[in-house]
């Protein structure tokens, strides 16, 4: 038992940590798509956010480390997430707040190249 509970705490670690980073990807493309400033970084975390949009939609809009939380004792998490070190009550408004922020930021990414690039 130890051992499945040992597994659960890094699935959630390894889970959170890419929560933050794809957030930190998310926040950085809305920042630079409104300030205009296009950097070699904005590609980066562009192929970041849409990389973790294939993966979310390829697997039916469900976070594919749910089921493996699931598999491992996780009796708390989400539905569409896994139980991430983050209160319960913010884990259902994740998918809607950072899709609203991604979409935002990419279109005011692709404006702006669009304005530089004629």
């Not at 038992?1 to 809305?30: D, E, G, N």
């Amino acid at each position: 038992m130890p051992q499945r509970k040992t597994r659960l705490f890094l699935i959630k670690l390894v889970h959170t940590i890419l929560f933050l980073i794809i957030s930190a990807c998310i926040l950085y493309i809305l920042y630079a798509g409104l300030r205009g400033e296009l950097t070699p970084l904005i590609g980066v975390a562009m192929i970041v956010v849409i990389a973790e949009i294939l993966i979310y939609s390829l697997n039916g809009f469900r976070c594919p480390m749910t089921a493996l939380a699931k598999r491992y004792g996780d009796e708390e998490g989400h539905d569409l997430i896994a139980d991430i070190f983050l209160p319960q009550w913010f884990i259902p408004l994740v998918v809607p707040v950072c899709t609203l922020l991604a979409v935002t930021g990419m279109v005011a990414v692709v404006v702006t190249w669009l304005r530089t690039a004629v």
